[in-house]
């Protein structure tokens, strides 16, 4: 479980840096405009936001590998205390989408559904 939970967590990072990548660098791009859902006119308004929005995404993804690498060379629980801090603040930020702004459903679960598998399956293998 340890393994699997620690792979979904790394899933995790890369989806979050890939938003890191589309907030704070192509925001303004036509692809990213259609994933987001926003108009032109709405991006170049919110841009300095989503650039710092995204490092927010960024900051998640390097703690949560930070822990993965730290886990991986023997320091088994500061490496499992920062991938729960990643994971689990990913997840976090996801609920709040949702239930701040139930029409983004689909986008909250994309962003909450892989560190909700690796928290689980981390636990799991804890408790185990």
């Known amino acids: 479980m340890g393994f699997a939970g620690l792979f979904f967590a790394g899933l995790a990072a890369l989806l979050h840096v890939y938003i890191w990548v589309m907030e704070s660098l192509t925001w303004t791009s036509a692809r990213t405009r259609a994933t987001f ?73 994309t962003q909450g559904i892989l560190p909700l598998i690796a928290i689980v399956l981390l636990v799991v293998g804890l408790v185990i």
């Open 37 to 109: 859902g926003i108009t032109e006119d709405e991006a170049l308004a919110t841009k300095e936001m989503a650039f710092n929005q995204g490092f927010y995404n960024l900051f998640l993804a390097i703690v949560t590998v930070t822990g993965i690498v730290i886990g991986g060379i023997g320091y088994n629980y500061v490496g499992l205390a920062l991938v729960f801090a990643g994971t689990g603040s990913m997840l976090a930020a996801a609920l709040v989408l949702l239930i701040s702004s139930p029409d983004k459903a689909r986008a909250a679960i």
